[in-house]
């Protein structure tokens, strides 16, 4: 999918859902479905690159992060480690962030972040940090979609 049909998708689930509960439950169903995971990701996430230009972009899986997004999630599912070895730019930071955010915001689970520096946990405002990309996430949810799972905006510093 290239980034205009999915800014167009984006743009038109938005919508329906922003005037339709009835819309609001058929996504809120797809992101609880078996590989909903994807659908979140592809339809309602957002990452950030300083280096582009709009630095906010959605996130629009790569067929490798598919696979990589689906096995991290059966991994939790399955109460299993997993180690992965990475190079930079592959999005390996974002994808784990985004299914523990989706598993949060969905299924109600809690995760434990740690990092080799304790900055790069929890420093409000650096996006090197995991719990502000998760910040990020969250802040370019959609409303509806922030509301029907239960998060409070006014919460933005005390995940």
């Known amino acids: 999918m290239d980034l205009k049909d999915n800014l167009i998708e984006r743009v038109l689930i938005k919508q ?3 005037k339709d509960k009835v819309c609001q439950a058929e996504a809120i169903e797809l992101c609880k ?3 909903g995971v994807l659908h979140f990701f592809k339809y309602f996430l957002w990452t950030y690159d300083p280096r582009e230009t709009p630095s906010d972009r959605p996130f629009i899986p790569y ?3 598919e696979t990589t997004i689906l096995q991290i999630e059966q991994d939790i599912i399955r109460g299993e480690s997993n180690l992965f070895v990475k190079t930079r730019d592959m999005g390996l930071t974002w994808m784990v962030l985004g299914v523990f955010l989706h598993r949060w915001l969905f299924f109600d689970e809690s995760f434990m972040l740690g990092s080799r520096k304790q900055e790069y946990v929890d420093t409000i405002g650096d996006m090197d940090s995991h719990f502000e990309r998760i910040r990020y996430m969250l802040r370019n949810l959609p409303n509806w979609l922030v509301a029907v799972c239960g ?3 006014a919460n933005d510093g005390f995940l």
């Open 151 to 153: 998060w409070n905006r």
């Open 16 to 18: 329906n859902c922003e």
């Open 63 to 65: 067929d490798y992060q």
């Open 33 to 35: 479905r078996p590989k």
